[in-house]
């Protein structure tokens, strides 16, 4: 996936619902986890006023600033590793009769905290 | 379940035991997830003083306030979406010999942050 | 593990790949956790500045101070729970061909709060 802005809330859930259909598992997990260590898997609110919450709150909890250690290596994105171990990198859904089995509000998000360059998620299906 | 106050800290440990117990597994994991998008499940201690900690301390990092963009919505309980991202909203538990390897002191516990509501947890146990 | 400072971050990666050679599973994941309820598994990048930023930034998201609650049981650590909480407790690896399938630079890490003591970490390799 290509994301535009540095912070970014994108919604993956279809493309993890295309995934468990393709697989055929009836009961089962599908496992989403970003493989970039400044970015982040996890369910909530399909709400574009939360997601602009939550991008404002993981600046007030993890805010960008020139003083990290991590700077000294010449990269300039500690924030979005802090925010990351924040939000939580990685879910498992649960499948039951062959289709994701969440709450009425549940849907998967991916949150970049360090983008303009290609990024991507694992999602591995498993079960029977 | 059903929860008394708009926050709380819930026990659930027993009702994961009973699963695991009732499942037959032997080797494999107990998964235990929050169905709704305001609460959490988490591994801690089996301690109500700790509980008000946590629920004290998750009130500084994510605070009740009427400015959240959410709140355009007409919901109030953006705090309580931001409050579960920080505390995550399901485990893996690991089954040996038919029962939970934990350590001695792991617990598990739902967590409501907009409750006074009919909740859910889903708890699936696979392995052999 | 032995953790000789009481907040620390461990490099436990090789560890990890040691077990999943060992168990000869090719498809599948290999799930970390601590069994310490003031201690955290986590995976981000292998960079010391970054571990000070981690352990500098939790201690203003959940600060050692004296009156919590929890400390009227005679303990002094609930900051180190909160901590665990912020960090999350535990992983799941995917395991693809043989080997952990992660990104180029996802590592996994023990994180202790409350050290000094002899630790436990589980590793569960499963699939097939």
Redesign the interface.
Known sequence: MDTKKRKEIVPIHDEVERAVRKSGVKE??A?V?????TSSV????N?S??W???LK?LEE??PEKSD??????GETN?DA??K?????????L?I?GGVL???P??KVFYGEFDGQRRK?V?I?V??E
Chains 1, 2, 3 share one sequence.
């Open positions: 089962g997990f496992f986890s970003a493989m970039h260590i996890f369910v909530n609110d709400e006023g939360l602009q919450d939550i709150w909890v993890a990290y250690e991590h700077h000294r290596t500690a590793h802090l990351r171990l924040a939000m939580g990198h990685q879910v498992m649960p039951t089995d969440l709450g509000w549940e991507r694992i591995k498993f079960g």
